[in-house]
């Protein structure tokens, strides 16, 4: 906890046995009040490492229903558990729980609803391992995104995010998709709201448990981001109107 603000950090799960202990035991408890995980029906033990690591909430899917469905289960805990701030950690290593104190702390003195943790930033993604392939398309993506919702964000791809429990409560994430898009959905609903975002730089690192798309479902992905990027212009100009940012 900080300054009574209550911090619950939640992590998607998926086939994580081989880096959740590492990922969980590098989490700083002095400020962090409890963890959620969520397992997306893992085909290893998962679960049963996280028990063994006493990992307070410990919620399986029954079958596997997606990343996002996966977050959507993560942040309704959260806010049930009376979260003030929530941050989301794959459990994969991908992304130094080190940093979760720089990712709360501008949330908690007010200064961003939102904070991401950036791979692009620093010595960059390549210099981490990630896929020249995956670079060039981040970097598209990033650029079309930019225009099309007008911002100047680094990076939009990042699963290292906290966000404070207003910013939940607002978007109604429920509606987004069950799939990887999911991100790119929430990150349009809150800029479409007009919650402030900042960005942190974060090593990230590349090894097989660490990246879960590959090339034909990445370029999916990379259709889907234009797409939703696309509708989320289109609705801010009033010429079609896009479900997930209705009421924002």
């Known amino acids: 906890m900080i300054e009574q603000n209550k911090i619950v950090v939640v992590m998607p799960a998926y ?60 942040y309704k805990k959260a806010l049930e558990q009376k979260a003030d701030i929530i941050v989301m950690l794959h459990p994969d290593y991908q992304y130094t729980p080190l940093l979760i104190e720089a990712m709360v702390y501008p949330i908690v003195r007010g200064v961003y609803d939102v904070m991401l943790g950036v791979r692009t930033l620093g010595r960059g993604p390549l210099a981490g391992g990630m896929p020249l392939y995956k670079f060039l398309g981040n970097r598209f993506l990033t650029w079309f995104q930019n225009l099309m919702l007008n911002r100047r964000l680094a990076e939009y791809h990042t699963g290292y995010r906290a966000y404070r429990r207003e910013v939940l409560e607002k978007i109604n994430f429920e509606q987004n998709s069950d799939d990887f898009i999911f991100d790119n959905q929430m990150l349009s609903q809150i800029i479409y709201a007009g919650f402030e975002i900042g960005e942190i730089s974060c090593p990230a690192k590349y090894f097989k448990e660490a990246s879960k798309i590959k090339f034909k479902k990445g370029l999916y992905y990379g259709f889907g981001v234009m797409k939703v990027s696309l509708r989320h212009r289109l609705h801010k100009w009033n010429i079609k109107k896009t479900r997930i940012l209705e009421g924002l």
């Not at 086939?15 to 963890?35: G, H, M, Q, R, Y």
């Not at 679960?47 to 410990?58: D, E, F, G, R, T």
């Open 15 to 74: 086939n994580a046995s081989t880096t959740l202990k590492k990922t969980f035991e590098e989490i700083p408890f002095k400020i962090v009040d409890e963890v959620i995980l969520v397992d997306d029906a893992s085909r290893d033990n998962t679960v049963s490492i996280a028990k063994a690591l006493l990992v307070q909430h410990v919620i399986t899917h029954s079958e596997n229903k997606g990343y996002g469905a996966n977050q959507k289960t993560c």
